[in-house]
């Protein structure tokens, strides 16, 4: 049983045919989002909805993919909430917590939401999928493209770190260096697209990678026992994860699995990439580019996203905020948080360490305020950090 029933645009509230291909909507140019029969779904029942599997698929009926033969997965999500107790201890934090995303197939969470988008794309009758990606993308598409049978390209700026262009090569992507940035291997897509017939599944630019990424908000429910923590501290780029989240709670609350405690959320980026921060305080509904954008965190290095609004819109609904940190402080969090809980995280995960300090010598977090860090990914790929 699946309970998907169409897709609608973020903006403009348009509905369109879940069981076409889409990608943006065709009016605004903005995400769209999938939509499901929650109210049938809710007289199921959670019990009878979530399975046993130890993936993420254990909440398929809220999930996209329609026959389950087009699942393409490597076991991916429902990772550890540890209790982060030395590193509490040094913060004096009584339940802090590490969403450790670093388990998942080809170390990141970009893994569930790649595993969405390629088992429906191909569902859908998709053959080849492309990417521009600087990062952890990447091979997580390049993975699941694998597993599914589907041709991969991957497009990456030269100067990416070796260990993410080897990780593509060895799971058979083509992969094209670009000389520049992410957004030029963007527009050398785009050209791609003129005279091949690839799937494009560039982050919110197809509706199914945050639903891949919704599930983290389903899983930081259960592992609470279904009362959701206070503050959930989140490294963000595209933001798909955390717009996914905030779209995860409202389908639990529509379900009747949760009451009306959010979590405050948390963006964090690098004080060389902070447009989603700088919009944060000015108040704006949408974020202009960040120019010159630098940071070895790669995830956090996306200059403009087309989920912006949705960002901002999560962040001030839930009463959280947004902290720009510097690279040096993130790092020095990155091996802190390593040393501290036997995670080797990566830069974009001491982020979210080094903004939580920053709350709490604000006093925005009090000491016994349940506090999740994400751990996006892990440290192995980024040797130019260390
Ligand atoms: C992509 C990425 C991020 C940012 O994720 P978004 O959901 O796109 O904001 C953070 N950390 C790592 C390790 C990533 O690869």
């Known amino acids: ?48 909805l979530i399975t046993d599997e130890p993936t993420m698929w254990r909440y398929r009926p809220l999930l996209p993919v329609r026959d389950e033969r087009y699942i393409a997965s490597l076991g991916e999500g429902f990772t550890p909430l540890l209790r982060a107790k030395r590193l509490g201890a040094e913060l004096g934090l ?29 569902e859908l009758g998709v053959r080849e999928v492309v990417i521009p990606s600087a990062g952890n993308a990447a091979g997580a598409m390049a993975a699941y493209a694998a597993r599914a049978g589907l041709g991969a390209h991957v497009f990456m700026p030269t100067d990416v770190p070796a260990p993410f262009r080897l990780e593509c090569q060895a ?42 990424k919704k599930t983290m908000g389903y899983e930081l429910a ?58 944060f305080h000015a108040g704006d509904e949408f974020a202009t580019p960040w120019e010159s954008a630098q940071t070895v965190a790669a995830g956090l290095r996306v200059p403009a996203a087309v989920g912006d609004f949705l960002i901002l819109r999560a962040l001030r609904e839930s009463g959280g905020t947004a902290v720009a940190v510097p690279d040096d402080a993130l790092v ?27 709350l709490l010598a604000q006093g925005w ?22």
């Open 94 to 122: 009584s339940h802090l917590y590490v969403k450790d995303e670093s388990l998942n197939p080809t170390g990141s969470f970009k893994a569930r939401g790649l595993c969405v988008a390629v088992s429906r794309a191909q």
């Open 1 to 48: 049983m699946n309970y998907l029933t169409h897709l609608e645009c973020a903006l403009c509230g348009k509905e369109y045919d879940a069981t076409e291909l889409q990608r943006l909507c065709p009016d605004c140019k903005r995400p769209l989002l999938a939509r499901y029969d929650l109210a049938a779904a809710r007289l199921a029942g959670r019990d009878a």
């Open 171 to 212: 799971l058979g992507a083509e992969v094209t260096l670009v000389d520049g940035l992410i957004t030029d291997c963007g527009r050398a897509v785009r050209e791609s697209l003129e005279t091949h017939d690839w799937f494009d599944v560039s982050t919110l630019k197809e509706p199914y990678r945050l639903e891949g």
């Open 222 to 279: 259960e592992q609470f026992g279904w009362k959701l923590p206070d503050v959930v501290i989140y490294p963000t780029g595209g933001g798909t994860g955390l717009i996914g989240m905030w779209k995860a709670f409202d389908e639990m609350a529509e379900l009747g699995w949760i009451g009306d405690h959010r979590p405050r959320m948390v963006t964090v980026q690098s004080a060389g990439c902070a447009p989603m921060v700088r919009a």
């Open 365 to 386: 977090v009090s000491p016994e305020e349940r506090v999740v860090l994400f751990n996006t990914g892990t440290g192995l790929k980024y040797p130019a950090v260390n």
């Open 332 to 358: 020095e969090a990155q091996m802190r948080l390593s040393r501290l809980e036997g995670v080797f995280a990566c830069p974009e995960g001491g982020a979210t360490l080094a903004a939580l300090e920053v």
